[in-house]
């Protein structure tokens, strides 16, 4: 749908943002007696275009890949002397090897860390927050509607980039245009909150953001936000430990806010199903990025996890990067059942049908696709956020809360889905909800921000294995700023306001 949307109108307002010293070039927006007097369809077109700077923010590189998925991880494969620094958590080195230039435009480390492409959702954003009223022929709850949906993704903006950096500039006015320091990660993060908790209250009747707004999971709705603000919340438990007890409260209500976790909105999609989520668009998904092959909005297919694990199916021996057989083992052992091993895998436990012995090929997220002359192995939407995601941080929280009894119960439905047998009280719950995200959760993006918020980063028995691969962080560092990225220089240009983070200088 994004694809008839006219160039210019995409270009529209778009930001040349760098260190928050807004400059944006007037011939390049169209004047607002011009553009929002204008149709609906006029800021139903702009509405998309935010989502299309999402879109272009995380999937137009590796954003979820490489911040997410590798960084830290226990992976192997002929591919890996490329990102041995990232793998050891060295993002200097990385840096000098990716973005030697520091042009900030490289799509597994530049683009990344050049946090104009994020700042270009929450400007557009803003914009649109401020300017939808001046529609006239949108009906006020239709207005109410773009507003919730710019917030939702603003908000989610910079909860992305507080995972990335830390500390980051905040701003919600439209237009903005003076230099700013950057705001301190908790403030960000709690304004973030504060933002979507008056979203929410100021719509009982769900009228404006629903359950389902008629676009599946491909638009802002009200499970989208509960799982976003449950995920910043088990953040600041993570940079504030001396209050961790009320952000895991808060965590509890968003999630039995309505009994939406355990409720009929949205529902958990059988094992023998899942590539229909993701493929996208399931009961199950909460928020997803948009690819549709046909159309030809694809994705950057050589920085998506589904096309760096599998090989069959571009024809190759060998996957480019490969996950340690010690660790796949340990997620899923041979003796205990799991349906994941048949369905996410090929070559765990047993060679193919000739009996010969082949690498272990990930298919979990294989939904292969033709587009032109080459093959897509992952044509489906990007699952940003999904039931089984908050179910799992739910029972996390249950956890800490000391409310074990529930908190089995979340887990074990996740643990069910897959034919596994239930965690009982016997288990160290607290390692075995981890260990379920981490197998539950492979290839989306969370590994190494649940290493890193946990704290398991620094622990032996969660962050590295017996074949020596995986990385371990000293707690010290991590407190000092290990788990961030560097900050693009060109952020310090023309903003006397601006700092780098000193631990990557």
Not at 142 to 163: K, W
Not at 311 to 325: F, G, H
Not at 487 to 501: H, Q, V
Request: net charge negative; hydrophobic share 35%.
């Amino acid at each position: 749908m994004l694809k008839y949307i006219s160039i210019g109108l995409l270009l529209i307002f778009t930001s040349t943002f760098c260190g928050c010293n807004l400059d944006t070039d007037d011939e390049d927006k169209m004047p607002g007696d011009k553009f929002w007097d204008g149709s609906a369809a006029n800021a139903e077109a702009f509405m998309l275009s935010v989502y299309q700077n999402l879109r272009k923010a995380t999937t137009d590189n590796g954003f979820f890949l490489y911040a997410g998925d590798i960084r830290c991880a226990p992976i192997t494969g002929q591919s890996t002397r490329s990102y041995l620094y990232l793998l050891q958590n060295d993002m200097k080195n990385y840096k000098a090897i990716k973005d030697s230039k520091e042009e900030g435009t490289s799509s597994d480390f530049g683009a990344i860390y050049n946090w104009k492409n994020m700042y270009k959702v929450v400007q557009s954003a803003n914009i649109m927050i401020e300017e939808v009223v001046n529609v006239k022929e949108l009906s006020s709850t239709e207005v109410e509607r773009y507003r919730a949906e710019s917030r939702f993704l603003r908000s989610l903006a910079y909860f992305f980039m507080v995972r990335i950096f830390g500390d980051v500039p905040y701003y919600t006015e439209a237009y903005y245009s003076a230099p700013l320091a950057r705001t301190d990660k908790q403030v960000v993060l709690k304004n973030c909150l504060a933002d979507l908790q008056s979203l929410l209250d100021s719509d009982p009747d769900k009228l404006i953001l629903p359950w389902r707004n008629g676009n599946g999971s491909l638009r802002a709705n009200r499970g989208a936000v509960l799982t976003l603000m449950m995920h910043i919340n088990m953040w600041l438990a993570f940079f504030d430990e001396t209050n961790a007890v009320i952000y895991y409260s808060e965590v509890k209500r968003l999630a039995e806010t309505d009994s939406w976790v355990d409720g009929d909105f949205y529902s958990l999609q059988a094992m023998e199903q899942m590539s229909e989520l993701f493929k996208g668009d399931s009961n199950e998904g909460l928020f997803e990025i948009a690819q549709n092959v046909t159309m030809g909005e694809v994705f950057k297919t050589d920085h998506m996890w589904c096309t760096r694990v599998v090989y069959q199916v571009r024809n190759q021996t060998k996957p480019d990067l490969a996950y340690s057989e010690v660790f796949l083992k340990q997620l899923y052992p041979m003796e205990e059942d799991d349906k994941r091993k048949e369905n996410w895998f090929n070559y765990l436990y047993n060679g193919d049908d000739t009996g010969t012995t082949r690498p272990i090929e990930i298919v979990k997220l294989l939904n292969a696709d033709s587009y032109g002359n080459s093959t897509i192995p992952n044509a489906g939407n990007y699952i940003v956020f999904r039931l089984a995601d908050a179910i799992l941080l739910y029972a996390e929280a249950l956890n800490y809360l000391g409310e074990r009894d529930k908190a089995l119960q979340e887990v074990n439905r996740i643990r069910q889905r897959a034919g596994a047998s239930d965690f009982t009280a016997d288990n160290d719950l607290d390692a075995s909800i981890y260990w379920e995200r981490v197998r539950e959760l492979m290839g989306e993006g969370q590994y190494f921000y649940d290493l890193v918020r946990t704290q398991k980063i620094c622990d032996t028995d969660f962050a590295t294995f017996a074949d020596e691969s995986g990385h371990r962080e000293r707690k010290a560092d991590l407190k000092q700023g290990s788990w961030t990225w560097p900050i693009f220089k060109k952020a310090l240009d023309n903003n006397p306001y601006m700092t780098k983070n000193l631990y990557w200088e």
